[in-house]
């Protein structure tokens, strides 16, 4: 361990950024505790991320409706994060008398700027919860201190559809990865650079980047830092080439699920080296009954199930009933679905009960939503 | 004292579990996978925890490792406290010299430092090899409401199958007037399910005395030479009933059975109860990944598998791979078990991170077997690879690839 620099990294979490996109899911928690793949929450991904790099000091930024949030992390003790030395640390807004809700990235950063100060850290590295990934985040620290970059941006490049692309900061780069033009919000199409909101950069500089901002009046990392100040400052890209979805909408929460499908994808971001941890729910396997039928799915722990499924992610507890039909569908935590009923296209909260003989079938490009609790 | 605890919980985990063969090379019988996210010390454990008992010392001497990793801290059960918590105790050396533990009894004798500590009224001894949910604080209530000296947990058996247990004779109240190990002819069908509470006193009074006896048949177990000590003596000694499921794994069919037993839906043990779970390690390993050739029924399968094969009435444990037109059928399959397309694999249990290569055939179901005597459940044990094309017959038990 002497050798590697991740023991000097703080990783800074933002858990309600990007809450907006996806407002069924965060009507009543955060982005970083919406529920994904079978047995995660968004923040699962960050903190895993972090902790499997060797950085063992975290601190999670949230804004409102944190319960759920609180209720996941706890301790900490899943990531690994219940530590004498470091560890996490929730940091809920209101941590001064003059702090506000805040607005963007700058002033989230200076409502826990004391904290940020106090910790024993030479590197920042931020990361918000909308990405579903398993990175590395060594080499991309080695590369910066490299670089002699003054942020480092991960990025990934491919091919996708404007509305991502609308939803995320875009960036050119040169053949030395240096950041030449941010745009954020643009209509391009085709084959471009995202940047993944994960940055690296020393926390002294940040520090200062943030309260000249805040004097400024200014809020926005992507806005006034990266576009504003790309001619002073060194920016450079690092790309991430490995699994990669972002939820930008609730199609896209729809389609990332579905994507773990495909066993490959499946074992790309479950890599048995980097494992992904999440809260234990202590619950038992899960029971396929007599006639049971479960093709294309992917079934977390704790699910009775007596009815078909197929191209399906069932969340841990789901019960099926008999006789029932599912497909095309994302049913979280203890949703119960009654004998008889058909399901298809649709989403359905934590534990929503559908009663017996009841069908629900939405359209194949949008799918239906059914809040929390409900009962249908 | 700061310490103390009403009860604090001794369990015999040091059992090398021989009858279960291959499957017990590199573990002891306690740390055996049960019940596809289980470990067989899951169900002690966890009834302690649920039972409002904080404070367990596990005895262990036969290959510890795993389980020493295993329970670790003991943070999966609640069991990493302040005070009491759950503690590894194997044999030590002291002044006197180093012993194993020699019985039953010897092995709690060694560690009545650990229970003093505690400064106990009772203590409960449990046994790691069975598989049962039971509320402990209920028998301790008996037993205070009796003023037992030791209160002894006992179920109703088939009287066919009474000889294969200590057998309770007991009066209307519960009260134990006599006791027979393993009798040929049973008269009784009390059996002891090998859960004592005593009075603490009593019991460090007559482990003491036990340990002093240095004739050639005193064997130090609880069951040949400390209960019948208490009756010799007039102590009260009561029977407990328990009425629930209660199963003993210590042969290849028992822990088989045990197994079928949670995918049948007419056996009264209920594993998704949320107010008496059982809890395990957890692995982080993703969902269960079912393929579109899948077909799963009547089986229970946990998180880290890749099923695209066919599943029916099997037991599939944490990280189990089964390929497309693989068949598992009547059969237990240990953590990382693979099952490569076009092997078969019938009323067998496959050891954890063991290999079934294409076109191997394991076990047979009994209604093919031309002389039914001959048929059993086939074994493979641990890290075994069972090439192409291989045959492993019933009954047979495989600790070495082929």
Redo the contacts between chains.
Sequence with gaps: MGTSNMGKVLGLVFANMHDSTVKDLTKARTMGSILF???YRMIDFPLSNFVNSGISTVGVITKYNYQSLIDHLGTG?EWDLSRKKGGLYLLPPFSNVESKLYRGRLEALYGVLNFIKSVHAEYVLMSDCDVVANIDYKPVLSAHIQSGADITCITHTGQYNTELIKSSTVLSIDSNNVVKDVLIGSNLSGVCTLSLNMFIIKKNFLVDLVQTAIAQGRYSFERDILQSKLGELKIVAYEYSGYFKKIYSEKSYFEANMD??N?DN?KE??TLRR????K?R?????????????????????C?IDGTVENS??FRGVNIGKGVTVKNAILMQDTIIGDGSKVQNVITDKNVSIANDRTLISSDDYPMFIGKGASV | MFNKKECVAMLLAGGQGSRLYALTQKVAKPAVPF???YRIIDFPLSNCVNSGIDTVGVLTQYQPLVMNDYIGNG??WDLDRVHGGVHILAPYQSQTGADWYQGTANAIYQNLSFIERYDPEYVIILSGDHIYKMDYDKMLSFHKEKGAAATIAVINVPIDEASRFGIMFAHEDGQIYDFVEKPPEPKSTLASMGIYIFTYDILKKYLTENEMDESENNSKDFGKDIIPALLRDNQKLYAYRFDGYWKDVGTIDSLWEANMDL?N?NIPID??DPSW????R?P????????????????????GC?IDGT?DFS??SDGVIIEKDAIVTDSILMPGAVIRSGAKVEYAIIGENSEICDGAHVGRRPEDMPNRDEWGVAVVGQDIKISSGKVVAPKEIISESI
């Design positions: 793949g079978g047995r003790r773990l499908l066993i499946c971001l479950f494992p992904i941890y999440t234990v202590d619950n038992a396997p899960s029971k396929y009954g007599l006639n049971s039928h479960v093709a294309n799915s992917l079934v977390a722990d704790g009775v992610v069932l | 019940g596809g996210k943070q999966p995918i839906p594993l998704y779970k059982i809890y395990s957890n982080a390993l993703p969902p269960q990944v079912i393929g579109k050739s899948a077909k799963i029924q009547n089986s229970m399968v946990t998180e890749v599943v037991m599939l």
